[in-house]
């Protein structure tokens, strides 16, 4: 069983400001969603959590270890230096998908996220402590993405052929298992999930595969946070690339036994 803590980090009422008093230039606005997730990972990070930047207005942690006075701690320390504030709204579940429609709905209780009145919500439940296989992480990686794509095609091309496989992958693992899928750059998937066997992470590479002929490996790891679950979960990827396997599970309840 997993008891995965979710947090929604929600940039209040960014809409209007992104136009107000004119719409902003279009690289400040980047700039600043970027430093913003960089600030947050960092932090988050630091405390053995994942953030992932989603929609960059919107974003998604795994915040297992994390408390409420920590994340009290990060939204004062974005307040004091960004023109915008945030809202975090926090939840657990077994499954990754329902700790965060729990953690959503702390913040849409209290008001639109376009609602000027709306600001720094901090809301929710927190874990108050953590158990060694609490989360389960999948690193999923394009087999031989620099040799089938990047040196081979222009990067826009490559670029279709990634975001097709993460497309396929997301919603098969959102409706399959209430998995939770982010894209985290070069031909990096990793996906939140709830407690899975192997077979599903079979099922779901050669769902991918035969859904848009991309071909993926993936390690899979488990911990009490998601630092500790993700990178059991690289050196699986690694036991993958050095047999040739499409699958490799580390630190799953069943393989510790
Ligand atoms: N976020 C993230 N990106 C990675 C990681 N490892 C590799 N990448 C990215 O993925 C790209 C491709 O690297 P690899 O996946 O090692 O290359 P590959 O050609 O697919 O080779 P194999 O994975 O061994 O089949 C790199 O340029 C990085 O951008 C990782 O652990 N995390």
Redo the contacts with the bound molecule.
Sequence with gaps: MTTTQVTLVQIDNYGPWTVTPEPRREMDLQTLQSRLFADIAEFLGHRDGYAFFTRFDNMIAVTNGVDGDAHATLQESIGNRYPVTISLGTAVSDRPVDALEAANRELQHEGSAQDAGRTEVLAGEYLTETAPTDVQIA?F????????Y?DRLNEFDTFINIEQAYASLMRYLREAHGALSFF?????I?AVCPDLPESAFTEAVDHVGGDVDVEL?VGVGRGATAHEAGFAA?HA?ED??HDGTSVEMIGTPAASD
Aim: net charge positive; hydrophobic share 30%; with cysteine.
């Design positions: 690193h990686d394009v087999v031989n993405a620099t040799g089938k990047t985290v750059g070069g031909d990096n990793i490996q690289k990827l993958c690339r």
